[in-house]
């Protein structure tokens, strides 16, 4: 979650403060104001204390709203850059930026035609096509100048009423690759989608497939499974791991065979140094590196850790973005550099209001040689990749991944909404929609028109 930049940095930190003590007081409760406060942020007039706590109510219609049309069963996405999924290595500390600084700093403008930024001047970009600041209802206006096309042969978008994708691509053995994604309730089950074809993986319910159930014996609080992720592990394994909104932590499932979706064992909690990472939208990287990084958001930043284990983390936890809350969403995929025969790390990640039309999708990326724990090795793509539209009927396009394709191209599938208004109404009604998700020669994702979704469901 983005703060609005017209908001001053003490007000930001009043509210941090105030989490901060909630958090103390209750833990369980804080959670619940703190995710909802992400959305206040934007009423800048109004009692923003008194506001956060109405927002627990929106909150709670959002995940209400999930759990009542999405989850079905799916049978798998998968995120194909998994092999590509890289985490990095290092730490650094990510200090926000006084928006006087963002706005006025002379030479921040950035370089090539995407004005991409080294780390320190890295910026929202609302108003790049969608609402101006978080929280405002302006019509986005369409810019198609520049953007590389949407593009999705063979696919009939949106694919179905679903949000939180993280497709990965498995090869089948026969020459048929199978898609899986996650899929959760919100409550004691963790899913997997799984097709053949795109087409019928959200249109299809049979085509989703229990892979856990947690139980209430065990888990006596309740999980609260959301936005989950799929990576290949050691051994031909799959890590499946998944944010627990009970106690905003995140927890891992490992396959106990080659079969994506055969049997599940509960690895429980991701912890560090003993302690379960605070935090949701789990993603693992596994890099040419050699080693394994987990990235998620702890509702304020993009964090990135080494993994030492499928549940296990070690080492600095390192702050890579964030403009105040709620920078969330992080996804990765490497990308061939044609300039140089390196490969570039993409790490695509979600701006502005979960439940608005500003939420969009941006990248950060570095050279695979980078250490990805090293926040000064980051560069920020300087316009998001996905952005709102009007005339295609797409809004708040982020919280997605990158896959392999049908067509063999990188493609990248996310939620939105159909409606200008997001979930303002309570309800989270986002579809999912998948296109290719082209590189410039330096291996960056291509600032791209969302994908035209007619409405077909
Ligand atoms: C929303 O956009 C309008 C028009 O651009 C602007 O006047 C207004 O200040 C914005 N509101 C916020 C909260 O940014
Ligand atoms: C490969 O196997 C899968 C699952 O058994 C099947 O659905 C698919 O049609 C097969 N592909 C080919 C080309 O035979
Ligand atoms: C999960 O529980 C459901 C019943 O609620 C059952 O049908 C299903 O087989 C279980 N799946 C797994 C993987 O335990
Ligand atoms: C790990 O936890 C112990 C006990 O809380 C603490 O003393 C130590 O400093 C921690 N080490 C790191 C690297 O955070
Ligand atoms: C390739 O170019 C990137 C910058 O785009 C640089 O970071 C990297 O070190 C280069 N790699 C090689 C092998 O020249």
Redesign the pocket.
């Given at each position: 979650m983005a703060l609005p930049q017209t908001v001053s940095f003490g007000w930001r930190i009043g509210v941090l403060a105030w989490l901060c003590l909630l958090w103390l007081a209750d833990e369980g409760t804080a959670l619940s104001i703190r995710r909802s406060t992400l959305n206040v942020k934007a009423d800048a007039s109004s009692d923003r204390i008194a506001a956060a706590r109405g927002q627990q109510s929106r909150l709670a219609l959002r995940k209400g709203s999930r759990g009542r049309s999405r989850r079905r069963r799916g049978d798998a996405k998968g995120k194909e850059g998994h092999a590509n999924k890289a985490y990095g290595a290092k730490q650094g500390e990510n200090r926000l930026l006084p928006a006087g600084n963002i706005a006025t700093a002379p030479g921040h403008e950035g370089v090539g035609r995407w004005h991409d930024v080294p780390y320190g001047h890295f910026r929202p970009s609302f108003g790049n096509g969608a609402a101006t600041a978080p929280g405002n209802k302006t019509t986005p206006q369409d810019d198609p100048t520049g953007l590389a096309p949407a593009l999705a042969p063979g696919v009939t978008n949106a694919l179905g009423e679903g949000f939180d994708p993280q497709f990965l691509t498995v090869p089948?053995?026969?020459?048929?690759q199978?898609f899986v994604t996650p899929d959760v309730n919100f409550g004691l089950q963790a899913f997997l989608r799984a097709s053949?074809d795109l087409n019928d993986i959200y249109r299809d319910e049979a085509k989703n497939h229990v892979i856990f159930n947690y139980s209430s014996t065990d888990y006596p609080e309740g999980v609260g499974t959301e936005a989950a992720d799929i990576t290949p592990w050691d051994g031909g394994r799959f890590l499946y791991t998944v944010s627990a909104v009970a106690d905003d932590t995140m927890r891992a499932l490992l396959s106990r065979t080659q079969d994506v979706l055969g049997e599940y064992e509960d690895l429980g909690r991701i912890t560090h140094n003993g302690t379960a990472l605070k935090g949701f939208d789990p993603h693992v990287i596994v890099h040419p590196n050699g080693k394994k990084y987990l990235t998620w958001s702890n509702h304020e930043y993009v964090q990135i850790v080494e993994l030492t284990s499928a549940n296990t983390a070690d080492g600095p936890i390192v702050n890579l973005v964030s403009y105040g809350v709620n920078t969330e969403a992080p996804t990765s995929w490497f990308y061939p550099n044609r300039i140089n025969g390196s490969q570039t790390l993409n790490l695509a990640y979600a701006e502005g209001n979960f439940y608005q039309s500003n939420y969009n999708t941006r990248v950060l990326f570095q050279d695979v040689s980078s250490d990805p724990l090293d926040p000064a090795q980051w560069y920020q793509r300087g316009a998001s990749t996905l952005s709102s539209s009007s005339s295609r009927g797409v809004f708040g396009p982020g919280s997605g991944s990158f896959f392999r394709g049908p067509d063999g191209q990188t493609w990248f599938g996310y939620g939105a909404f159909d409606d200008q208004d997001g979930a303002e109404d309570g309800k989270n009604d986002r579809f999912v929609r998948v296109q290719v998700a082209a590189a410039d020669d330096k291996g960056v994702w291509i600032p791209t028109q969302v994908v035209e979704t007619p409405k077909t469901y």
């Open positions: 089948l053995g026969n020459g048929s199978l053949t």
